[in-house]
């Protein structure tokens, strides 16, 4: 079974950070486009995030916590301890903010001059600080469970 929730483990950070780069991309291309294609831009990140980086994240902290079971015995290693802390942070930043975030920016409608509306600097930001810091989170548990175990 430990194959099984590692399984589970490894492509829920592969979903997360791997769809979670993709849309930074996305979102960094759709800078240029004219308003009502930048809004259909963020309709789609929404559905990624939604779709992809969501069920990521709940399969790393699920995976996680079951394969932290035998640990729970003993003494946590410093560098499960550092993946469980960073990673689990993430995950949570992830459910509570970047998602419903990204959601809110999918929903969006240009204002009534054709622009983009009132909200859509605001919730973009907190899509770029939260997403970020997530991501970073996510990097410094892969590095705890890669160089430094
Ligand atoms: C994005 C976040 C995370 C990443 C990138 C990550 C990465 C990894 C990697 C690469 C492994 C394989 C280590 C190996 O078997 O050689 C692993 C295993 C494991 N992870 Fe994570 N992890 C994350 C979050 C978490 C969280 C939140 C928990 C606990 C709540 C957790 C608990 C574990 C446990 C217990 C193992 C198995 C360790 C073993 O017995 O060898 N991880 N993780």
Known sequence: MRGFWLLVHVLG???????????????LTAKRFAPAERLAAYRVMSAVFRMVVAPGAVGVLVGGFILSAPYMRSDVPGWLGLMMGAGGLGALIVLFVVV????????????????????????????IVSASLAGLLGIIALIAGTALK
């Open 13 to 27: 950070f592969t979903l997360w950070l791997g769809a979670g780069i993709a849309t930074m991309i996305a979102g």
């Open 100 to 127: 419903p975030t990204a959601a809110r920016l999918g929903r969006l409608e240009l204002d009534p001059r054709g622009e983009l509306p009132e909200a859509f600097p605001r919730l973009r930001k907190t899509q």
